[in-house]
């Protein structure tokens, strides 16, 4: 048993949480021997043979995990691909597509849920759902003229027919198949057409950076593994926390929180595969060649931002990049910034499950941005706030903001991560509901702030921008 069985192992037995992340890893550490074999042997093969690689590999890992579940994204992968060819680059494709592939995943939910995150079919199933619908979208693009599609849309659009074998590589490859990250067809094809190296047809230089990459996951690991058996989803239904003083109650949701999201890092982190293939490339800034095309983690900004949206830019980026991509700016014709918000956040609860939780986060990351977006316009358009802000002070202003960040980042996952109502609303009344009050005291008293400590001419002077 190597060093990161053990961690695993360890994890598994001691966190609510281990077995699920057990699972999950043990599905990435599988994915690297296709990627050796895809280096070693498949890089310079024909574009069919490649295909038919990644589609049975992808499938071998899908019969492993899921056994004769399978069936499931071979149906939803066969339909989406009738869809392409008998319905063309019309609306009426793009919305056959969307309520199908999504009624497909949330029955799923429907007939497969629990009370607890139970590893089945769905957990793959819902990043492919995301797959077939952006390829419907990116497909739809490729019939416009380019002058009409933004720079990612050029970058994503597919201007010819994918062939079925292509949308099965595509779907099914090992890199993305399992736990994502999300990437385009395009990406898919330049991977297939050698052009993602950095060294022009030849095997990318790529090893390094990916097990860089791999350590980095492992530090998150383990980091996981030393502090989450102190810090179980369990404990907040427990007569014990209830009996605990107020603070301790808040602080334990902060370190919880914190801690509860290396799970998702560690397993995002780590996973090393699409840089080893090549389809991690990025081009090259200053001087030196990118690898973070599929990155799903900004571990850094993740670590020192004291911004509620910081976090959320830096965790789990594909998807937020899929979800701002075909469904924010898609409701553009909306003519409504905060109605097509609401609408993205409505669209990711419902991807993530059916359970009251996960609709109550997504509430909570609304309500907690707009609140901290009106704080961010009133300290840049006040004179004493902004002076304030870059003061010798500044250190200790950070550490508060920390602290706020960390408490109500981790008071809208309590709901994520428990799921039903009866359990969250149990915490949440134990801690007297102070996330909700705290925002909403603040929303409220936003307006007042900004009338005694904005000048009149700062507010005339932003109203005329």
């Given amino acids: 048993m190597d060093g990161l069985d053990l961690c695993v192992s360890q994890i598994t037995a001691d966190t609510d949480g281990g077995l699920l992340l057990f699972i999950?890893?043990?599905?990435?550490?599988?994915?690297?021997?296709?990627?050796?074999?895809y280096r070693s042997f498949l890089f310079n093969q024909t574009p069919t043979v490649i295909h038919l690689f990644h589609t049975f590999s992808g499938l071998a890992l899908a019969a492993f995990n899921f056994g004769s579940q399978l069936y499931h994204s071979v149906v939803c992968v066969l339909v989406q691909f009738l869809m392409l060819r008998l319905m063309g680059r019309t609306v009426t494709a793009i919305l056959c597509s969307f309520t199908f592939q999504m009624l497909y995943l949330l029955a799923g939910y429907y007939y497969t849920a629990t009370e607890e995150y139970d590893i089945k079919w769905t957990m793959p199933h819902c990043v492919l759902t995301l797959k077939l619908i952006g390829l419907a979208f990116d497909y739809y693009d490729?019939?416009?003229?380019?002058?009409?599609?933004?720079?990612?849309?050029?970058?994503?659009?597919?201007?010819?027919?994918?062939?079925?074998?292509?949308?099965?590589?595509?779907?099914?490859?090992?890199?993305?198949?399992?736990?994502?990250?999300?990437?385009?067809?395009?990406?898919?094809?330049?991977l297939v057409a050698r052009e993602l190296t950095d060294c022009p047809g030849k095997v990318p230089n790529s090893v390094v950076p990916a097990m860089k990459r791999f350590a980095l996951g492992f530090l998150c690991l383990v980091i996981y593994a030393i502090f989450s058996p102190h810090y179980p989803d369990s404990y907040y239904l427990t007569d014990e926390y209830e009996a605990q003083p107020f603070w301790y109650r808040c602080v334990f949701i902060l370190l919880w929180g914190k801690i509860i999201l290396y799970k998702y890092v560690s397993c995002w982190v780590i996973e090393g595969v699409c840089i080893l293939t090549g389809l991690g490339y990025n081009g090259v800034v200053d001087g030196k060649h990118q690898w973070n095309a599929c990155a799903n983690m900004k571990v850094w900004l993740f670590e020192t931002t004291p911004l509620f949206g910081g976090t959320i830019s830096s965790f789990n980026i594909n998807t937020n990049a899929w979800a701002a991509r075909h469904v924010f700016k898609r409701l553009k014709f909306l003519g409504n910034k905060t109605l097509s918000h609401v609408a993205t956040l409505f669209f990711l609860s419902i991807w993530h499950g059916?359970?009251?939780?996960?609709?109550?986060?997504?509430?909570?990351?609304?309500?907690?941005?707009?609140?901290?977006?009106?704080?961010?316009?009133?300290?840049?358009?006040?004179?004493?706030?902004?002076?304030?802000?870059?003061?010798?002070?500044?250190p200790l202003i950070y550490v508060v903001q920390q602290f706020i960040h960390w408490l109500f980042m981790g008071y809208p996952l309590v709901a994520f991560s428990i799921f039903s109502y009866d359990k969250w609303l149990k915490v949440y009344s134990s801690v007297y509901f102070c996330g909700h009050l705290f925002f909403l005291v603040a929303y409220l008293i936003m307006p007042y702030l900004?009338?005694?400590?904005?000048?009149?001419?700062?507010?005339?002077?932003?109203?005329?921008?």
């Fill in 24 to 37: 999950i890893l043990q599905m990435q550490r599988k994915r690297y021997p296709f990627a050796v074999v």
């Fill in 142 to 190: 490729g019939g416009k003229e380019p002058s009409k599609l933004s720079a990612e849309q050029k970058e994503s659009a597919l201007r010819s027919v994918p062939s079925l074998l292509e949308v099965c590589g595509f779907s099914y490859f090992y890199g993305g198949f399992l736990v994502g990250p999300q990437f385009t067809l395009r990406s898919y094809q330049r």
């Fill in 354 to 394: 059916l359970h009251s939780g996960y609709i109550l986060c997504f509430s909570m990351e609304f309500f907690i941005i707009t609140v901290e977006r009106q704080a961010q316009a009133l300290v840049r358009d006040s004179p004493v706030l902004t002076k304030l802000a870059n003061s010798a002070l500044y």
């Fill in 450 to 465: 900004r009338k005694a400590l904005v000048p009149k001419n700062e507010g005339r002077e932003k109203k005329q921008e």
